[in-house]
């Protein structure tokens, strides 16, 4: 073989050793920085999943039902107070007792006497005004919301406020590797969020934890 196909030849067998040694290269590095970038964007997703769940309790403790819509729940944090109470056992006569046997009869009751008055929004948010901002995603496509629902599921003839809030993987991995992405989808495991999105709550299940490991914090 001459020896300028020679050189040729040996140049065109370090070009593909070189881009194998790439592929393989790639094939590693690429899921290892993808997993790097998923858990600190799922961290910053859960952080306002878990606002939302602490305003949407709160709403309810107050309310008796869930907010319907981003707008009238940060309405709510704005204006709604806790009302403080204190519960105390006493007695009174009773006096269809005390006509029937002719003494004086008692019988116990539970005053609830009114403390004071706390505004939620200083319970949950302290001096903080992040929860104006919570229906935005915080990471991920550009301007994208949380997606909220809210409703009642009927359970032994008694109708009980369930509430949801979703978004899904592929917005907040939207510049990611969309192989990668496809298989995160997919994902079912002990120690990863399973399903195509992240969420607190349900309008399926009386429950408001998140889809979350607790690797990512507190799901309840």
Do not use: C
């Amino acid at each position: 073989m001459p020896a300028k196909f020679k050189s040729i030849l040996t140049i065109a067998l370090w070009l593909i050793i070189a881009f194998l040694g790439y592929k393989t290269y790639m094939s590693i590095y690429e899921p290892i920085q993808f997993n790097k970038v998923k858990k600190k964007r799922y961290a910053q997703v859960i952080e306002s999943l878990k606002d939302i769940r602490d305003s949407q309790l709160a709403h309810r403790q107050v309310t008796g039902s869930f907010a319907n819509d981003f707008n009238g729940l940060v309405k709510f944090i704005d204006t709604a107070e806790y009302t403080i109470t204190q519960r105390r056992d006493s007695s009174i006569i009773d006096e269809d007792l005390t006509k029937r046997y002719g003494v004086d009869t008692y019988k116990d009751i539970v005053i609830i006497d009114t403390l004071d008055f706390v505004p939620v929004k200083d319970s949950l948010f302290k001096t903080s005004n992040r929860y104006k901002t919570m229906m935005n995603v915080p990471v991920g496509t550009e301007g994208a919301k949380f997606e909220m629902k809210s409703g009642f599921l009927e359970q032994n003839n008694i109708k009980i406020p369930v509430f949801e809030a979703s978004v899904k993987k592929n917005i907040i991995l939207s510049d990611q590797s969309k192989d990668l992405l496809v298989q995160e989808n997919q994902v079912v495991s002990v120690d990863g969020v399973n399903g195509d999105a992240l969420k607190v709550g349900s309008m399926d299940e009386v429950k408001t934890n998140g889809n979350w490991p607790k690797t990512y914090g507190d799901n309840e």
